[in-house]
């Protein structure tokens, strides 16, 4: 004969999963997406950190007085007082 103890306690922790189960997926799919997020993250700020030593570098640069004039000349094309600039065109 079946025991009708062994039974209730059979049904109640089947109905204890079946009731438990959505939740845990949920949870799955949830730590999914925020390992997702956060290697996603962590290549962002990978590149952040590479502009950030870039721009670093370009300080550094920029503490040189000749680096500084080089850079003003190219960029802004500014002259010295009484400097002439040839331009070579095709």
Known sequence: MINSKRVGAVLWILF???SFAPN???SCVKISKLENEISSLKESQ???KEKIKMY???TEKLKDIDNREKMVRDKLQ??????KIYRVTK
């Open 16 to 18: 204890t999963i079946a």
């Open 24 to 26: 845990m997926y949920r």
């Open 46 to 48: 990978c590149s952040i």
């Open 56 to 58: 670093e570098e370009e």
């Open 78 to 83: 500014m002259v010295k007082h009484g400097e």
